[in-house]
């Protein structure tokens, strides 16, 4: 029982660890754009 308790805490753990990692992978990705954007207008001007 104690055992079955460990393990969700650690999934609850992992779960929230994954919902952050991909909160952050979407910001990067936005990020990349916005700077690919960025370099196309200095190329431009």
Known sequence: MANMKQYARKNIKTSTFLEQAL????????YL???KDHVRNLKLS
């Open 23 to 30: 909160k952050h992978i979407k910001e990067m990705r936005v």
């Open 33 to 35: 754009i916005q700077l």
